[in-house]
């Protein structure tokens, strides 16, 4: 048995290094876990905020709204849609999603009064157009986008969105002139595309008539033209119409010869009559039309005759009658 005082074997020297080395690599282990716990849960805890600040962004919102969609939660879905608009009001996505929804809902008004107030809150925002253009585009009412575009004065998005732009046609002719004679209404635009337009007073569409030649107003009175532009992208612009005013001018009562009174002999009776009229005329005291006696030159009297007179024009409008009466004593 060693002594105390004895110094320790050469076997027990190594033991307790050993041991004390073990003791070093538990000790190692510990604190290696611990530094590795401790990273995960750092990491943990960045992730978790970061998933938590993603959320919470436009994107984020708009990606848990998709998400409440695609699950049938529609209510969902249009809060977070309404969330991420209050975010960022002249992004896009929102909009086209939200829009796109109330469709699904066949609650196309809302999806309206949505874009509009949208296009109303945001005139100089792309991304709003954008959302429009396409919402409209997808759901086939094209015919809305002409009216939000018309409305649209700024000149970046007229230009990055050109191919939904179609300008309504020119005219021609002032419609707040009155014209005395046949008018020819030329429509025009500077765009590539094609004109439809309606002369019966309906509404002008694609099933209207193709304008290909200049228009002929020929009627007398009112005749409202309507007429829309179709750009290559089949984009149809808002409708113009124009209501055109023409008043054929009356000639004045003929000028007949000789004139009312007393005669010993037969007379020859003359009409003057102006260019673009024809003179018809009755000897009986009634009143003329475009039935009675053609004038084509004068014509005698032998006897006494209450004879009137008028003058009508290629449109059929009527002068005032001249009347004379004669007596004829041979």
């Not at 994107?59 to 309404?82: P, S």
């Not at 569409?205 to 009175?221: A, L, S």
């Not at 009634?286 to 290629?314: C, H, R, W």
């Amino acid at each position: 048995m060693t002594n105390p005082g004895d110094r320790l074997s050469e076997e027990e020297i190594r033991r307790r290094r050993r041991r004390a080395k073990a003791e070093r690599m538990r000790r190692k282990r510990r604190l290696r876990r611990l530094v590795i716990l401790g990273m995960i849960l750092i990491v943990a805890a960045v992730v978790g905020a970061g998933i938590l600040i993603y959320r919470n962004t436009y994107t984020g919102v708009v990606n848990r709204g998709k998400r409440a969609e695609i699950n049938g939660n529609d209510t969902k879905a249009e809060a977070l849609y309404l969330k991420a608009i209050e975010k960022k009001g002249e992004k896009k996505e929102a909009y086209f999603r939200l829009a796109s929804l109330y469709h699904d809902q066949n609650k196309d008004d809302d999806a309206d009064a949505l874009l509009q107030e949208a296009v109303d809150s945001h005139p100089d925002s792309v991304g709003v157009y954008q959302a429009m253009v396409e919402y409209y585009e997808d759901t086939d009412q094209t015919e809305k986008i002409a009216y939000l575009m018309s409305t649209c004065t700024n000149g970046q998005i007229l230009t990055e969105l050109q191919d939904y732009v179609a300008r309504v046609p020119e005219f021609s002719l002032d419609d707040e002139k009155e014209y005395d004679n046949v008018q020819e209404l030329t429509l025009s635009s500077e765009e590539d595309g094609t004109i439809y337009y309606t002369v019966d007073g309906s509404k002008a569409t694609t099933e209207g008539t193709e304008y290909k030649e200049p228009i002929q107003i020929n009627k007398e009175g009112k005749t409202t033209v309507r007429a829309i532009f179709v750009n290559k992208k089949g984009i149809e612009s808002v409708e113009v119409q124009k209501t055109y005013m023409i008043r054929f001018p009356v000639a004045e009562a003929p000028a007949v010869s000789p004139t009312t009174g007393q005669y010993k002999e037969p007379i020859s009776v003359e009409v003057q009559v102006p260019e673009g009229y024809t003179a018809y005329y009755t000897t009986d005291g009634s009143e003329p039309s475009d039935q009675s006696v053609k004038y084509t030159g004068a014509f005698p009297l032998y006897q006494d005759t209450e004879l009137n007179v008028v003058l009508i024009d290629g449109n059929g409008k009527k002068s005032e009658i001249t009347t004379r009466k004669y007596q004829i004593r041979s």
